[in-house]
C-alpha cells in the first residue's frame, strides 16, 4: 500500500523537473503568441508586433513568407533602429514604429517604394535621412522626436497630404517645403520657430497647427489660404496680427491681414478684400467742385483727394472694415445670445442655407417661419431651391413683424454671401422692431 512521505528523489532531480516545468509552462506560449502573430501576417500580409518589447526584429520571421505584407505594425516596442528585414518589405504601403527608441533610419528604406504611410513619433531621432523624400509617402508623422530641422528635400514628396513634425525643437521650416503642392495638413505645433514660410500660402492647406512656437507676424500672404479651415495659433508672441483679433478666429485674422496688405502696397485696390461689395471709385471729374453746392461736385472732390493721396483711399477702405467687423460681431452676438448655439467662424457660410434665419425669426416670434427645409444625415447639405425657401421665407417673416422694405437685404446678400452689412443691418432692424414693440405693449 503507497505512503504518503517525502519524495524518495535527490533534490537536483526535483529542481531540474521544476525548471522544465517553468520553461514548457511560461516561455513556450510566449513564442507561441509571437508565431501565431506572423502566421496572420503571413496568411493577411498585415503582422502586429506591438507592445511585445522587441529590441530586434524576431528571428523566428525568416520561417514565415512575409514577402506580401502590406502593413506593419512594430510599435510601442524596444527598438533601436529601424529593422533591416523590414527595408526588404518592398510590397510594404503602411510602416507604424510609434514610440520606440529609433535613433536612425538606414539609407534601405528607399527600397520600400509602395509605403504611402510613415509613423516615426516619439523615437529619438534628430534627423531625417534625404532618402526619405524618394518615398511616394503621403502621410509621416515624425511628432516628439529631437528634430532641429527638416531636409530641404521634402519638396520632392509631391504626393504628400498630411505632415507632423510637432513637438520637436525645429528652428525653421525649409525653403522647399512650398513644392508640397498636394499637402492639406501641416502641424509645426511646439517647436522653436519664429518665421512662417510665405510659401505656405500657395499650398491647399485644410488644417495649420503652429501653436506654441515663437512667431510674432502671420505673413500677409496667408490670406489668399481658400481652403484653410482650421487655425491653430495660440501661445505664440503675435504682434501682427495681435492677440486680441487673433481670438475673434480665422475669419477676422485674414481681414485684418487684407488691410495690412492694402496699407504696404503689396496688392491692387479691393483685390482680396472679404465682403467689401466691390467699391466702385469712378474717376475724378475735370472739375473739382471744391466750394460748390452740388452733392455730385463733392463727390468729385473726394475723389480728387483720393488721386492725389492713395493713403486716404487705404484709410477710407480700413476704415469700412472696421465697421463691417464691428456689425458682423454685432449680427454674430444678435443670433448666438438668443438661440443659444455657437456658430461657425465663417459666418457667411452659416447663414447662407437660411436654416438659422427662419430659426431666429421663429424665437422672436414663434411660427412666424410655418415651414423650415433643414439638412438630414442623409442630405448634409440642402439644394439651391431648398435654401431659396428658407431664405425667401425669412424675409417674408421680417416683413409681416413690420421690418421696413428699406432695411430689408435681398436674397442674394444671404445665398451667395455678398452682402453680409446688408443682413446685418436687417437682422438688427428685426431685433430693434420687435424690441420696441414689446416695450410699447410691457
Do not use: W
Request: glycine content about 4%.
Amino acid at each position: 500500500m503507497a505512503t504518503l512521505g517525502p519524495d524518495p528523489r535527490p533534490h537536483s532531480q526535483l529542481a531540474s523537473t521544476s525548471i522544465q516545468s517553468n520553461i514548457s509552462g511560461n516561455n513556450v506560449p510566449t513564442n507561441r503568441g509571437l508565431e501565431r502573430a506572423l502566421e496572420e501576417g503571413a496568411n493577411s500580409g498585415f503582422f502586429n508586433l506591438s507592445a511585445r518589447k522587441l529590441k530586434e526584429f524576431p528571428g523566428t520571421a525568416s520561417n514565415f513568407d512575409l514577402s506580401d505584407t502590406v502593413e506593419a505594425d512594430l510599435s510601442r516596442n524596444r527598438l533601436a533602429e529601424v529593422p533591416s528585414e523590414v527595408c526588404h518589405l518592398v510590397a510594404l504601403e503602411s510602416l507604424n514604429l510609434y514610440h520606440n527608441c529609433i535613433k536612425t533610419i538606414p539609407d534601405t528604406i528607399i527600397n520600400l517604394q509602395s509605403l504611402t504611410s510613415l509613423n516615426l513619433s516619439r523615437n529619438q531621432l534628430c534627423a531625417l535621412p534625404a532618402c526619405l523624400c524618394g518615398l511616394p509617402l503621403r502621410v509621416l508623422n515624425a511628432s516628439n522626436n529631437k528634430l532641429v530641422c527638416i531636409p530641404e528635400a521634402i519638396g520632392q514628396l509631391r504626393s504628400l497630404m498630411e505632415l507632423d513634425v510637432s513637438c520637436n525643437e525645429i528652428t525653421a521650416l525649409p525653403r522647399h517645403i512650398g513644392r508640397l503642392k498636394a499637402l492639406r495638413e501641416l502641424n509645426v505645433r511646439r517647436n522653436l520657430l519664429c518665421v512662417l514660410p510665405e510659401d505656405l500660402a500657395e499650398l491647399p492647406l485644410v488644417k495649420l497647427d503652429f501653436s506654441c512656437n515663437k512667431v510674432s507676424t502671420i505673413p500677409v500672404s496667408y490670406r489668399k489660404m481658400a481652403q484653410l479651415q482650421n487655425l491653430q495659433l495660440e501661445n505664440n508672441p503675435l504682434q501682427s496680427p495681435p492677440a486680441q483679433i487673433c481670438m475673434k478666429g480665422k475669419v477676422h485674422i485674414f481681414k485684418y491681414l487684407s488691410i495690412e496688405a492694402c496699407r504696404s502696397d503689396k496688392m491692387p485696390d479691393s483685390l482680396y478684400l472679404p465682403v467689401m461689395e466691390r467699391l466702385s471709385l469712378s474717376r475724378p471729374d475735370t472739375d473739382s467742385g471744391v466750394g460748390s453746392d452740388n452733392g455730385d461736385k463733392r463727390l468729385s472732390a473726394t475723389e480728387s483727394l483720393e488721386s492725389v493721396d492713395p493713403q486716404f483711399t487705404m484709410r477710407r477702405k480700413m476704415e469700412q472694415l472696421r465697421e463691417e467687423l464691428e456689425l458682423m460681431e454685432q449680427l454674430r452676438e444678435s443670433i448666438e445670445s438668443r438661440l443659444k448655439v455657437a456658430l461657425p467662424e465663417d459666418l457667411g457660410s452659416s447663414l447662407m442655407d437660411g436654416v438659422v434665419l427662419c430659426h431666429l425669426a421663429n424665437h422672436i416670434r414663434p411660427r412666424s417661419v410655418a415651414s423650415i427645409h433643414v439638412p438630414s444625415s442623409a442630405v448634409p447639405k440642402l439644394s439651391m431651391a431648398k435654401c431659396r425657401r428658407n431664405v425667401e421665407n425669412f424675409l417674408d417673416a421680417c416683413r409681416k413683424m413690420g421690418v421696413p422694405e428699406d432695411k430689408l437685404c435681398l436674397p442674394h446678400h444671404i445665398l451667395e454671401e455678398k452682402g453680409m452689412i446688408k443682413v446685418s443691418m436687417t437682422v438688427q432692424a428685426l431685433v430693434d422692431e420687435t424690441s420696441t414693440k414689446q416695450a410699447l405693449f410691457t
